[in-house]
């Protein structure tokens, strides 16, 4: 099943949300989830699955040296990088914690903001009340989540493709359908939802796709779980691998206050 146009090694989280960052896709998406954050000098921003520490030199930039950033994370490895990232930042903080009770006060936080974390959590609707929680009368949480329902991958064996997204949206993601559900669950936590924005990458790169998705180790897990045989999935990837090659995937940044 294997070809050259697949990634053959699965990447270490920290090196696959680095280079997710750096994409034409991350670049666009987070600056305009900062722009929606509307950080103030002096603002205390709190950044929910901080991860490897990716977004906290741009939050304390936006805070200037009289605010405050605190990054949180439930992995000591992610945590590790981001105190690695940000030493010298007198104004950033990291912290173990859970998205589910979060290891802060009541009305700590002026924003916060959430990045591909709430389609991983056991309770999204839970994890919405504790930021509520921690956010000061006034405050803003920016969430952006992808609808994973969504994605299409062009192949002239439409089932093949179905087949694909149904896999990936009732296996391999725990929340699939987040990006959809997110301003009804934050509107349900208590919070008002001003704006939702749709963003749609289109990827026609298949190794620019690949390293986003993992073609390959994604159907070879298909092919475990009954989703494809062995022989449609090498179907599946030699079309693909050969191309003209076309997927699409819906995110939602979701603004509440």
Known sequence: ????????????????????????????????????????????????????????????????????????????????????????????????GDAHDLPLADGTADRARTDRVLQHVADPVRALDDMRRVLRPGGRLVMGEPDWNTLAIDHPDDDLSLAYTRHVAEKVIKNAGIGRRLARLATDAGFSVPTVIPVTPVFRDVQAADKVLGLERTTQRAVAAGYFTAEQARHWLDHLARGPFLAAVTFYIVVAE
């Open 1 to 96: 099943m294997s070809s050259s146009a697949f990634e053959a090694t699965t990447p270490d989280r920290v090196s696959y949300l680095d280079r997710l960052a750096v994409t034409d896709l991350g670049r666009s998406y987070k600056r305009r989830m900062l722009d929606e954050l509307d950080v103030r000098a002096g603002q205390t921003v709190l950044d929910i699955g901080c991860g490897p520490g990716t977004d906290l030199a741009s939050l304390a930039e936006a805070v200037t040296p009289d605010g405050a950033v605190i990054g949180v994370d439930r992995d000591q490895k992610m945590i590790d990088a981001a105190r690695d990232r940000t030493a010298g930042r007198t104004t950033v903080n990291i912290c173990l």
